[in-house]
């Protein structure tokens, strides 16, 4: 793919013949050991188009669905999380991914970038008040960034400071995942402290497992080396989560599978009954630990990166 | 994703192992390295005993009641937790029956011997990692001794 700059080419400034030729979306220079990366886009017929497009709609396209899978998948456990506030940024995270999804396909399908339907939407109501091109285009985008990444850094605020808190509350819920390898996956366990005491469960077994404490407790002299996180949580929160607990541990010998019941979807119930927000792909233990610690943040950085990615399509 | 959980109760007679805990722990250790031939690290710290041949270990150690309580990731590996269990009956334990507790698997009573008699065949699948776990190479185990 690409084409090899001639030894007497500028860094990263192709030539007049490469410029002129219909090429596939990225070429490479390369020259004292420096590579630079300009990626072009072309339609079907091969020609590149010109314009204020600088990135090719294909790459572009895939940001955009990688984004919009992102927010979905934050807004489905949102939408999960019993709190009307969540739900409500749950419902509006998932209706602007799956726009920003379906904005990708199409520019992975058209190979020209292509903006949200919420972007346009803005853009024209804009337009219609009396804004500039430039300005309806400005407004546009940014009410994209609003409907994207709004609720993902609010729940992501409200994380950082439930996670701050931790520390001082006298009700909260701790997450503890235990490391087993790069290639196998490890273990979960879900703990609600309310009293000045912390009552662990854990789904122990396969065929059948069951819900049960977990003993010796993580953080305990002699316990596993736990990777502990704490978030502090409302009394209701602690007494719906404590009610989840007392729920699952009554359900008695079920049959372990790899999308639940088991040790992962054991812990993101409590959680969810706890208000905390936990995104869809967070599966496994590794990946729950990681939803819990920086899912928010993943979003706003993937959300961010599909508007921006859009907004380079420019006016349409 | 999960954790196998094995429980013995060894009744009013503490069985043969010492009382303190750790000295408990370090003659499983011992003896499990006896009944196995492969080497068993005992991790103090985290109560702890790795078992790096089989990439596994159990942890979790809990002794309440005249009740031994021992745990490992999922899956059970059927090496490692039958011989186990011969180490634990062999001390006089009992082992319990709940549902969701090991059981031991007619089928693997043939794995309670040295690794070095098993065939390369077995070590071989018997070292193979879990998969999503599973360990689905364990059905190519050889149904007979070797």
Same mark, same amino acid.
């Given at each position: 793919m690409g084409q090899r700059g001639r030894p007497?080419?500028?860094?990263?400034v192709p030539t007049k013949r490469q410029k002129n030729e219909a090429t596939t979306a990225a070429c490479f220079f390369l020259r004292n050991n420096a590579v630079a990366v300009t990626v072009r886009p072309h339609n079907k017929a091969g020609l590149t188009r010109s314009g204020?497009?600088?990135?090719g709609g294909r790459v572009v396209g895939v940001i955009q669905m990688a984004g919009g899978a992102l927010e979905i998948a934050l807004g489905a456990g949102a939408f999960a999380t019993p709190t009307g506030v969540t739900q409500v940024g749950g419902v509006i995270l998932i209706a602007h991914g799956a726009d920003t999804f379906i904005a990708g396909f199409r520019s992975i399908w058209s190979d020209q970038v292509q903006q949200s339907f919420t972007q346009q939407g803005a853009a024209a109501a804009a337009k219609k008040l009396g804004a500039s091109d430039v300005a309806a285009q400005r407004i546009g985008t940014g009410a994209d960034l609003v409907a994207g990444v709004g609720p993902s850094l609010t729940i992501g605020v409200m994380r950082r400071l439930a996670i701050a808190g931790a520390g001082s509350a006298s009700e909260r819920v701790a997450v503890a995942y235990l490391h087993r390898g790069a290639l196998e996956m490890g273990h979960n366990a879900v703990g609600i402290r309310q009293g000045g005491t912390t009552a662990w469960i854990h789904f122990a077994g396969m065929n059948p497992g069951r819900v049960i404490p977990v003993i010796?407790?993580?953080? &305990?002299?002699? &316990? %596993?080396p736990y990777i502990l996180t704490e978030l502090a949580i409302t009394t209701e929160q602690a007494g719906q989560a404590t009610a989840a607990m007392h729920r699952l541990r009554a359900l008695g010998p079920q049959e372990w599978a790899l999308f639940g019941p088991n040790c992962t979807t054991t812990v993101r119930e409590v959680l969810q009954q706890a208000g905390i927000v936990v995104p869809a *792909?967070? %599966?496994s233990p590794f990946l729950l630990h990681l939803g819990i610690n920086v899912g928010p943040e993943i979003t706003v950085v993937g959300g961010t990166a599909a508007v921006v990615g859009g907004a380079s399509g420019g006016s349409r | 994703m999960g954790v196998i959980v094995g429980t013995w109760h060894f009744g009013e007679a503490p069985g043969d /192992?010492?009382?303190d805990e750790s000295s408990a722990i370090a003659t499983i250790a011992r003896r499990l390295e006896a009944a196995t031939g492969l080497r068993v690290e005992n991790q103090q710290e985290y109560r702890a005993l790795r078992i790096p041949p089989l990439r596994d270990e159990l942890f979790g150690w809990a002794f309440i009641d005249h009740t031994v309580t021992v745990h490992s990731f999922i899956p059970a590996h059927p090496y490692l937790w039958e011989n186990l269990d011969a180490v634990m009956t062999a001390a006089g334990g009992r082992r319990d029956t709940e549902a969701h507790l090991w059981q031991p698997n007619p089928a693997h &009573?043939?794995?309670?011997?040295? *690794?070095?008699? /098993?065939s390369p065949h077995d070590r071989f699948l018997l070292r193979m990692p879990s998969l999503l776990g599973g360990r689905p190479f364990d059905r190519l185990l050889s149904e007979t001794a070797s």
């Open positions: 007497d080419d500028r860094l990263g204020t497009d600088t990135v010796p407790p993580p953080g &305990a002299a002699g &316990a %596993q *792909w967070s %599966q | /192992l010492p009382g &009573a043939r794995l309670r011997t040295r *690794w070095d008699t /098993l």
